[in-house]
């Protein structure tokens, strides 16, 4: 029994290492330690003119900012941000991410269950560097119904104080889609980290 807690007590350790990325690199694969998958976004997020680097991998999220002598150095990295593979084969995960023209950073978090529910959903979480740090100015929530076609669609923009909810059905074209616009209360904006992505 000591053996197995004192093999543990050695193991342990190297798994936690293990999820911990480089402080720098060149490159995301220099970055991330080797055998573990990883996905990887590219764009100029801080306005200074240099592509920076966004990485998640597994639950963890982190961002480097691009240097100006070349590679990129981590500003932050947020362990257990976004939610972990289920491992289910009735259950499939999908996390996305993409830095537009203006660098606001969104990050896509979807799930499709083949068993148990008929709803598929997805959320859509942009944020922005401003004031020293990543603050969410944007949400959409979609969920849709496999059996029915029902979707909805609630688009948050938490700069203008604006909803909008979209009702349609995807699987008649017959059905014009019904949009509402409503305010919504104003309130300070939340820093990447201070909650979960979910879908």
């Not at 978090?109 to 020293?132: K, L």
Request: glycine share 8%.
């Amino acid at each position: 029994m000591k053996r197995i807690v004192l093999l543990l007590m050695g193991v342990l350790p190297l798994l936690a290492s293990a999820q911990k990325l480089a402080k720098k690199g060149m490159s995301a694969d220099e970055i991330v330690p080797q055998g573990v998958n990883y996905d990887k976004v590219e764009g100029d997020l801080n306005k200074d003119g240099r592509s920076d680097l966004v990485i998640s991998a597994k639950s963890m999220l982190a961002i480097y900012f691009a240097t100006p002598s070349g590679g990129y150095e981590q500003w932050k990295q947020y362990d257990d941000l976004l939610p972990a593979d289920e491992e289910d084969d009735t259950f499939f995960l999908d996390i996305t991410m993409k830095i537009n023209d203006r660098g606001t950073l969104t990050i896509s978090v979807g799930g499709f269950a083949s068993a148990g529910t008929s709803y598929n959903s997805h959320n859509n979480y942009a944020y922005r560097f401003q004031d020293g740090d990543f603050y969410k100015i944007g949400e959409e929530q979609h969920s849709m119904s496999r059996m029915t076609g029902k979707a909805e669609t609630v688009s948050y923009n938490y700069l203008t104080h604006k909803c909008l909810r979209t009702k349609e059905n995807v699987f008649d074209e017959k059905v014009k889609p019904k949009s509402t616009w409503s305010t919504i209360p104003k309130k300070p904006l939340k820093k990447l980290g201070e909650e979960d992505l979910t879908y």
